[in-house]
């Protein structure tokens, strides 16, 4: 079998085709690209042509770097190769000023494949994790259609249509599939009435959680009906991703919101299911920034007008089976760090960085543009959400859930 090369989003697996001269037994292994961006053995700005020494600075490899293309080649003597191609980086010149190669459009690295085995690293690594889900196809459900197939006129109002026992079951058994696997799910043309939305996720015994906002949020511009509006949810700017109510000390399970009336511009909503992204956090970018985040406790402190609250845990609070329990990540809401010695402060800030920088990629993010009757409902847990900013009269009404009386009603045991 030929080498064969699998380009990762963040590394590349290189499996290779024949056995190694010493009988290792290593018969793939995993890059970085940086790391082979910074270690190319080329002779034309990498190395030296007369001594073959380094001349690459690794502080100038982006550590965001990826090939446009890899392909298996062979190298000036014949041997089996990989060969990388790049995008053009920039290095410094002789004053230490940074500067892109004159007329270069693409740079070429060629591994001999010998080379590769013997400088491996990340040699059958065992744990791994894929991205994050980020298609909103995977996570939609329409109502719409299933009222059309399963609905009960009887039973159904100009505001909700509803459906037949038979729809019902097949609507909870979605709803469970899509919050057991992703955390969230985006429910198409539900209908305008809040308070009936609120039983598709709770029994008739069960109420939603009230805070100190109310019983529904209703998030919009010159919000009359809540008390302690002063707060970003009420304004039209843009709220990045944070799940709710850190600074409490049990925080509800489960947040849905309902559509009642979108932006006319902007206000789109997007979700990362932060359970997936710490773990790719963990094994494909920083272990380092991983385990700070796990230990490192953090102040939350809600401070307005008429109201304060305060609760401290790490940004991933881990689980006995050390696994991720609980995310509390809210930029507004987070207070002065003062539990990290002042030598030690950069590092956590830069793992803070690292997070956020990954929250953020495209590949992480699942987006929803809700419209007028639609609903998103989301483990305030393990989902973050954000919105960006909008113009026009938004009106999103929000519920929380406790997350034990979601599960009861959609069958998990």
Same mark, same amino acid.
């Given at each position: 079998m030929a $080498?064969?090369? /699998?380009? !990762? *989003?963040?590394? &590349?697996?290189? @499996?290779?085709?024949?056995?190694?001269?010493?009988?290792?037994?290593?018969?793939?292994?995993?890059?970085?690209?940086?790391?082979?961006?910074?270690?190319?053995?080329?002779?034309?700005?990498?190395?030296?042509?007369?001594?073959?020494?380094?001349?690459?600075?690794?502080?100038? $490899?982006?550590? /965001?770097? !990826? *090939?446009?293309? &890899?392909?298996? @080649?062979?190298?000036?003597?014949?041997?089996?190769?990989?060969?990388?191609?790049?995008?053009?980086?920039?290095?410094?010149?002789?004053?230490?000023?940074?500067?892109?190669?004159?007329?270069?459009?693409?740079?070429?690295?060629?591994?001999?494949v010998a080379w590769l085995r013997s400088n491996a690293y990340g040699v059958r690594r065992a744990e791994t994790h894929e991205l994050p889900p980020h298609d909103a196809a995977l996570v939609t459900i329409d109502y719409a259609q299933l009222a059309a197939q399963h609905g009960d006129a009887a039973r159904s109002t100009p505001a909700s249509q509803r459906l037949t026992a038979e729809g019902s079951a097949l609507y909870r058994a979605a709803l469970l599939d899509r919050l057991t696997r992703f955390g969230v799910a985006v429910i198409r043309g539900r209908g305008s009435d809040t308070e009936d939305i609120i039983y598709d996720f709770i029994g008739p015994d069960a109420d939603v959680i009230s805070t100190h906002f109310g019983r529904i949020e209703h998030l919009r511009t010159g919000n009359t009906e809540n008390a302690n509006n002063d707060q970003l949810g009420y304004t039209n700017a843009a709220v990045r991703l944070h799940t709710d109510q850190c600074y409490a000390a049990e925080v509800p399970g489960f947040q849905f919101l309902h559509c009642i009336r979108p932006a006319d511009a902007g206000g789109d909503n997007y979700f990362v299911h932060a359970e997936s992204a710490a773990n790719y956090l963990k094994t494909e970018i920083s272990r380092r920034a991983y385990d700070l985040l796990t230990t490192v406790p953090v102040r939350f402190d809600r401070r307005q007008t008429k109201f304060q609250a305060a609760h401290t845990d790490p940004i991933l609070r881990l689980g006995p089976d050390q696994r991720l329990a609980q995310v509390r990540y809210s930029y507004f809401t987070q207070a002065p760090q003062t539990s990290v010695p002042f030598a030690d402060l950069r590092e956590w800030y830069e793992a803070q960085r690292v997070w956020d920088k990954l929250l953020y990629r495209d590949d992480f993010q699942i987006k929803a543009d809700l419209r007028a009757g639609d609903v998103v409902i989301y483990d305030n847990l393990k989902v973050l959400h954000a919105r960006n900013g909008f113009t026009g009269a938004r009106h999103m009404a929000g519920v929380y859930l406790a997350a034990a009386d979601l599960w009861s009603h959609l069958g998990r045991e």
């Amino acid at each position: 079998m030929a $080498v064969q090369i /699998e380009l !990762r *989003p963040d590394w &590349a697996r290189i @499996t290779f085709g024949e056995a190694a001269d010493d009988g290792s037994s290593a018969d793939f292994a995993d890059y970085h690209y940086f790391w082979l961006r910074h270690n190319c053995l080329c002779l034309s700005g990498c190395r030296h042509p007369t001594t073959r020494e380094r001349i690459i600075d690794a502080a100038v $490899v982006p550590l /965001e770097i !990826r *090939p446009t293309r &890899a392909e298996a @080649t062979t190298d000036a003597d014949g041997a089996a190769a990989v060969a990388f191609f790049w995008p053009p980086i920039a290095t410094k010149d002789d004053a230490g000023a940074l500067v892109l190669p004159d007329g270069e459009e693409e740079h070429v690295s060629v591994f001999p494949v010998a080379w590769l085995r013997s400088n491996a690293y990340g040699v059958r690594r065992a744990e791994t994790h894929e991205l994050p889900p980020h298609d909103a196809a995977l996570v939609t459900i329409d109502y719409a259609q299933l009222a059309a197939q399963h609905g009960d006129a009887a039973r159904s109002t100009p505001a909700s249509q509803r459906l037949t026992a038979e729809g019902s079951a097949l609507y909870r058994a979605a709803l469970l599939d899509r919050l057991t696997r992703f955390g969230v799910a985006v429910i198409r043309g539900r209908g305008s009435d809040t308070e009936d939305i609120i039983y598709d996720f709770i029994g008739p015994d069960a109420d939603v959680i009230s805070t100190h906002f109310g019983r529904i949020e209703h998030l919009r511009t010159g919000n009359t009906e809540n008390a302690n509006n002063d707060q970003l949810g009420y304004t039209n700017a843009a709220v990045r991703l944070h799940t709710d109510q850190c600074y409490a000390a049990e925080v509800p399970g489960f947040q849905f919101l309902h559509c009642i009336r979108p932006a006319d511009a902007g206000g789109d909503n997007y979700f990362v299911h932060a359970e997936s992204a710490a773990n790719y956090l963990k094994t494909e970018i920083s272990r380092r920034a991983y385990d700070l985040l796990t230990t490192v406790p953090v102040r939350f402190d809600r401070r307005q007008t008429k109201f304060q609250a305060a609760h401290t845990d790490p940004i991933l609070r881990l689980g006995p089976d050390q696994r991720l329990a609980q995310v509390r990540y809210s930029y507004f809401t987070q207070a002065p760090q003062t539990s990290v010695p002042f030598a030690d402060l950069r590092e956590w800030y830069e793992a803070q960085r690292v997070w956020d920088k990954l929250l953020y990629r495209d590949d992480f993010q699942i987006k929803a543009d809700l419209r007028a009757g639609d609903v998103v409902i989301y483990d305030n847990l393990k989902v973050l959400h954000a919105r960006n900013g909008f113009t026009g009269a938004r009106h999103m009404a929000g519920v929380y859930l406790a997350a034990a009386d979601l599960w009861s009603h959609l069958g998990r045991e």
